[in-house]
């Protein structure tokens, strides 16, 4: 059975996933800086299938992106869709801080770095990320190397190797 935590780390993982594949496939260059230029198709498409999700793409469509930026976007769009309505008040807080987003957001990069050139090269939907995603996690060699994340010792989960 899946847990709370669980359950909470993979929803936040759909937002920051999300951000990351409209700012992979719809980033702009204009004038020395980089916007967001999401197609009205693309958004579209996200109001129908992932309607809980649509207003983050639609409040950074036509925005500057920046680490910060997007790092508090995110962060509050977390908040503001799951703390206090779907999990409890501070639950997503603690989630954001814990070992296991951590973990997450680690093999979600490694996923990315692995996949990057392929992803170049196919404009693939959020939908095809999701699923790749979830194809890669059920892979043996992936399994194994979570486990081996998830059995180090907190102090050295930094240092834990990376291939």
């Known amino acids: 059975m899946i847990d709370q935590q669980e359950t909470l780390i993979k929803d936040i993982m759909r937002v920051f996933i999300l951000e990351h594949w409209a700012r992979f496939y719809h980033a702009a260059e204009r004038d020395g800086k980089t916007w967001l230029e999401l197609p009205e198709a693309v958004l579209e498409d996200c109001r129908a299938k992932h309607p809980d999700l649509a207003p983050l793409l639609e409040e950074a469509n036509g925005k500057e992106l920046t680490y910060e930026g997007s790092c508090t976007s995110v962060g509050a769009f977390v908040c503001t869709l799951y703390d206090g309505t779907k999990y409890g008040q501070g639950v ?4 954001l801080d814990s070992r296991a987003f951590k973990i997450e957001q680690h093999m979600f990069g490694l996923w990315l770095k692995g996949h990057e050139s392929y992803l170049d090269q196919h404009a693939l939907s959020y939908d095809d990320w999701l699923e ?3 194809n890669w ?6 399994k194994a190397f979570r ?3 998830e059995q180090t010792p907190a102090q050295d989960a930094k ?3 990376t291939h």
């Open 147 to 149: 486990q081996k994340l």
């Open 137 to 142: 996690n059920l892979m043996d060699q992936v």
């Open 159 to 161: 240092a834990a190797p």
């Open 92 to 95: 997503v807080l603690k989630g």
């Open 132 to 134: 790749m995603i979830t």
